[in-house]
């Protein structure tokens, strides 16, 4: 038996998000394992952005009538119609997790029928990624000092296509990760001795990263004069003063479907709808960079009733089940989105695993809709949630 049919293998066994993370864990050296499955400080919220949804149950509705290929699970988000309520969260580096990177994650999630997020910090440009890839697509820009460069790579992302923008604004500065700090995974990287006899331990990702060179392929056309490098760049990053005047102008510079990712409180998703912003994502980074903030669903509610129908609201955050999307759901989000399962899926078998972790969160909430009587997602409301103690939202 060949390794690529036992590892095919392996992969069928694979039934749900969990078991791809245990895949890609034993895939990944510690410190690339670590950047993707570790958050900041404590790592309580971390944690809790999981735990959030074990707070509720759904209630299953009985001769419903309802076919499992009659279940609609299409919404509109930014603008763009989405075969399924799952957007896959900008996130970077991806081609450290495997060759196959950017490309053939959008590719195939743009084949399941949802939107994939090219985030600023991506190892390939906006530019090529648009080539490579025909569908809903949306930008993810990260705020810096100059409004020249963010105007700039809104122009870019113009004409590239782009159906959207996604601003990152809950980063101001770096993160306390202490995984990745003790593993030497930083920019530069410095692996720690444990960290490089890890990367022994795993020839096969080793191998794969042969003539691999990490960049940041957005901004190095921007790396000029020489004085402009990566220490250039994270200066712009968080030394960045950004403000309520500045979201403003990046919704009317843009001027069309424009997302805030990383509100937690209701005063800011009110904020961010007299800024002019279209759809406001309910996010903590997945707990990377602050700990102990509470999980983006258990602020879920407040932030809905805050805004009424004002914005789109999505939730980003700890999304491991279909269950868990439905839920968001039907406390009032428009969708969800989410990162780390697809980064598992890539870690753990590339373009096929990615496919795999697609389908399986796709599968789910299909099943899971049935079970709950819903033909369509406007079906969902908090009516058929309840906490586990018994009562109703």
Known sequence: M???????????????????????????????????????????????????????????????????????????????H??????????????????????????????????????GASEVSLEDLSREASGPSFFNIIPTRSRELMESLMERARAAGY??????????????RERSRRNG????????????????????????????????????????????????LFNEFFTCKLNWETMAWLAETWGGPIAIKGVLSADDARRSVDAGLSTVIVSNQGARHFDTTPAPLSVLAEICDAVGDQVEVVLDGGIRRGTDVLKAIAIGARAVSTARPFAYGLAAA??????????????????????????????????????????TL
């Not at 900008?90 to 081609?95: L, V």
């Open 163 to 176: 159906g959207a923008l996604i601003v990152t604004v809950d980063v101001p500065t770096q993160g306390n």
């Open 185 to 232: 995974l930083e920019l530069p990287p410095s692996f720690s001795l444990a960290g490089w006899m890890s990367i022994a331990m795993h020839p096969r990702w080793l191998f794969d990263k042969i003539g691999y060179k990490m960049e940041f392929a957005n901004y190095t056309q921007y790396f000029s004069p020489p004085e402009r490098d990566l220490d250039w």
């Open 82 to 119: 989405l075969e399924w309520p799952v957007i896959c969260s900008p996130w970077g580096m991806q081609s450290l997790v495997h060759r196959d990177g950017e490309v053939a994650m959008a590719q195939e999630v743009h084949r399941s029928g949802t939107a994939f997020a090219l985030s």
């Open 2 to 80: 060949t390794e690529a049919v036992k590892f095919s293998r392996r992969l069928e066994k694979c039934h749900n998000i969990h078991d791809l993370q245990r895949l890609a864990k034993r895939k990944l050296p510690n410190p690339i394992y670590d950047h993707i499955a570790g958050g900041a400080d404590d790592e309580v919220s971390l944690i809790g952005n999981e735990a959030a949804f074990a707070r509720y149950a759904l209630v299953p509705r009985q001769c419903a009538g309802l076919e499992l290929d009659a279940v609609d699970m299409s919404t509109t988000v930014l603008g763009q």
């Open 350 to 391: 590339g373009r096929e695993g990615a496919a795999r972790a697609l389908d399986i969160l796709k599968t789910e909430i299909r099943r899971d809709m049935c079970f709950l009587g819903a033909g369509c997602l406007a079906d969902l409301t908090r009516a058929d949630l309840r906490l586990w103690q018994g009562e």
